[in-house]
């Protein structure tokens, strides 16, 4: 714990979507104390913003432990992309890269399908991308955005676990991240938190429909981390980004490799067959009901 980058970071905003390779000092994401067990042997798995943030960590972690993966980015990310690819390879585990925007429904059954035809099966649905622009006041939240957080973060997960359903089997595995945004709410993200509540809700009560089809659905709800999304906010100055995650109890962001092994718990059923339908709170010591 007392090994990972301590604040302050240095002041910084990246411009656009934000991508991991400029972020100062780069996230963490290899995870080497982590010691893999193959307990995603022969599994496949579609995970969404697999380029960058904990969705890079969780794709490579899942490689490591024996999965093939496809997962999605939007094209000005393709660069993060491709390194991601490559430590996936460096595993010996196939990688499907699938570019495109999460927001449009087409897209959302194009990724399931080409995963499904690519490496043969889908086990594991990691519904991951998102997102978020802080505003000071609601006034700010224009129509646009708050459609936007909802098609990316709400409606894509909705469509990608349809479309997956209709290949899943039993001991199948969906998660979503999910936020503590979701549980307590923030005052400057009304939009992202009502979507990170609506996951929650959603997860909740499809993990109660699908436990007859065995498969299993929960949420993991991270506190701050040190990926492109918060230093990639239009409403984050470089002063705020130098200090991020410092009023948590930890005083610091986590770092993507500390996420990724509750991601391997949840998708393994040697280690979570009893569990759906949770909010599995990795949030640095904040502690909460929800």
Not at 1 to 9: A, D, H, N, Y
Not at 94 to 99: I, N, P, Q, T, W
Not at 166 to 191: C, F, V, W, Y
Not at 256 to 264: F, G, I, M, Q
Request: aromatic fraction near 6%.
């Amino acid at each position: 714990m007392l090994s990972e980058p301590q604040l302050p970071f240095p002041a910084q905003h990246l411009e656009g979507v934000g991508l991991e390779s400029k972020l100062r000092p780069r996230p963490r994401y290899q995870a080497p104390r982590y010691k893999p067990a193959g307990k995603l042997k022969g599994r496949v798995a579609l995970i969404t913003g697999g380029d960058s943030g904990i969705g890079r960590a969780v794709a490579v972690m899942y490689a490591r432990e024996g999965a093939d993966v496809a997962f999605t980015f939007l094209p000005e990310e393709r660069s993060d992309a491709e390194e991601t690819r490559r430590h996936i390879r460096n595993c010996g585990r196939r990688c499907v890269l699938l570019c495109g925007n999460l927001a449009s429904a087409d897209f959302c059954e194009e990724v399931v399908e080409r995963t499904v035809r690519e490496l043969g099966r889908l086990d594991i649905l990691v519904s991951n991308a998102a997102h978020q622009n802080r505003k000071d006041s609601l006034d700010e939240v224009t129509d646009e955005e708050f459609d936007m957080s909802f098609k990316t973060n709400v409606y894509a997960y909705f469509r990608l676990a349809r479309a997956a359903l209709r290949h899943m089997k039993p001991g199948g595995a969906i998660i979503a991240t999910g936020s503590q945004t979701g549980i307590m709410g923030s005052e400057k993200l009304p939009d992202y938190s009502a979507t990170k509540g609506a996951i929650n809700a959603f997860t909740k009560a499809l993990a109660q429909n699908l436990i007859p089809r065995g498969i299993r659905a929960n949420v993991i709800a991270p506190g701050p981390v040190w990926t492109p999304l918060n230093p990639a906010d239009d409403g984050m100055t470089p002063e705020k980004v130098a200090v991020f995650g410092s009023q948590g109890p930890m005083q610091r962001p986590a770092q993507p490799e500390e996420l990724a092994p509750a991601y391997v718990f949840l998708a393994s059923d040697a280690d979570s067959s009893y569990i759906t339908g949770i909010v599995l709170q990795v949030m640095g010591g904040e502690t909460t009901g929800g």
